[in-house]
């Protein structure tokens, strides 16, 4: 993959050189229809089945913009803190490649909906302002397959099917200006703006934002300059990076390369390049387009984009809350570690814990029900965690029982196996199942005497004052009376029995 090209510590590549990045994210819109048409954008459905001669470019056939599309491009811009324009239009890119069978997209070229934007993240407690360059609306391409050969890319293959059902579904393009200044935390700059980008996207509601089925995508763009210089260095670009690991490896990989190609004297080809997972590698795809090689000119067919203050206005007020700024919020009001509140992004729970906590439950008992036990019945199941079968509300009513004393951890996750089978509420379960404690003095003292005469030796220990000891013969009583006893009472009442 790497071509005669030795890599460069990457130590040694931020001690010689400055980063420059640029990040191209397209995402896919879930609206009903596509963007100049009325076919519909389900995923998975079979190949070639949702097209027509609007998106197959027929002759004769006329497109009309989507107007949930251009709704979604507004609100994406104004969450990106851009300027939206008061009159855009949609331009022609002409190129000729078997996934666009109009031979041409639809696209916006000098004239987009949303400019001069930003995005701040974070990364190890440093703020990076990410400047956006621009949010623009386009369609999507058709889906190529390549069959046979050993990479499942063109070359080396025996022939290629095409999918025309994505061709023509509303893509939001966002591209940054030039990330400056990151130096060896470019790959994790980076991968953090993805990442945050995505999580505003899915805030916003107008996209899933699954890099894994593609409904999100990263293309990087990515060049080394001397240390010192202001002109920045020939870059390349890594297309279709679809993973946050994945937009962070393909950043630290190329400053390697780069630098390897430019310590042995040699000049940086201006290319689109192919990420590789398994590696983490990236391979030479084709020489860089510029605009001018793509021919733009207004597209004919379609009127100007033109919309007033007023709505736009309407739709600043629908934007929800910075997701960023929602994390630090909720975990100031939670009480959360740093890496408490990591843990839980990080496994997807939160709005599952926002939710829990909303319902009554303490939040650090919402998150451990969620972190412990649900996921790991995720897990098990293969699915994400919202689809284990248990909502929020329930959490929060077994965390309910729980603080009453009427069942305890151990029991719960009982419940939680009869919220999945659909045995009923937690009440009800606890009731069909017999899981309520004991806390009957009668039953609970039979238990400990019992215990105490099966361990006379922990006894005595207990009778010489090593109180630590009783906790052989409360696990004893619990055994007994299959963890349905109040372990509490069970303590009182061995350490009065034995005083």
Known sequence: MTANVELVDFDEVVATYDPAMGIEVHVELHTATKMFCGCPTTFGAEPNTQVCPTCLGLPGAMPVVNGKAVESAIRIGLALNCQIADWCRFARKNYFYPDMPKN?????????????????????????????????????????????????????????????????????????????????????????????????????????????????????????????????????????????????????????????????????????????????????????SDAEDYRYFPEPDLVPVAPSREWVEELRATLPENPAQKRARLQADWGFSDLEMRDTVGAGALELVEETVAAGAAPQAARKWWLSELARRANDAGVELSGVGVSPAQVAAVQALVDAGTINDKLARQVFDGLVAGEG?????????????????????????????????????????????????????????????????????????LA
């Open 104 to 288: 041409f997209q639809t696209s916006q070229y000098d004239e987009p909906i949303a400019f001069d934007g930003w995005l701040d993240v974070e990364v190890d407690g440093e703020t990076y302002r990410v400047g956006i360059e621009r949010a623009h609306m386009e369609e999507d391409t058709g889906k190529t397959t390549h069959i046979g050969g050993a990479t499942g890319r063109i070359h080396g293959a025996d022939y290629s099917l095409v999918d025309y059902n994505r061709a023509g579904i509303p893509l939001i393009e966002i591209v940054t200006k030039p990330i400056l200044g990151a130096g060896e935390k470019a790959p994790e700059v980076a991968r953090a703006y993805v990442s945050q980008l995505r999580d505003l996207i899915v805030a916003l509601d107008v996209s899933d934002a699954r890099m894994d089925q593609g409904s999100m995508r990263a293309d990087v763009n990515l060049s080394l300059a001397p240390k010192g210089t202001e002109k920045l260095g020939t870059r390349t670009e890594t297309k279709n990076v679809n993973s946050l690991r994945s937009v962070e490896r393909a950043v630290r990989f190329e400053m390697s390369r780069h630098a390897g190609v430019l310590n042995a004297g040699g000049s940086i080809l201006q290319e689109t390049r192919h990420f590789h997972e398994d590696d983490g590698s990236t391979s030479p795809g084709r020489p860089k």
């Open 425 to 497: 509420t937690p009440e009800e379960i606890v009731a069909a199942r017999g899981l309520e404690i004991v806390s009957d003095d009668g039953a609970l003292s039979a238990a400990v005497d019992k215990a105490i005469a099966a361990n006379p030796d922990v006894a005595d220990k207990i009778r010489d004052g090593k109180v630590a000891a009783a906790g052989a013969l409360i696990g004893a009583v619990m055994k007994e009376m299959r963890g349905q006893a109040d372990a509490g009472r069970v303590r009182e009442l061995i350490l009065e029995k």
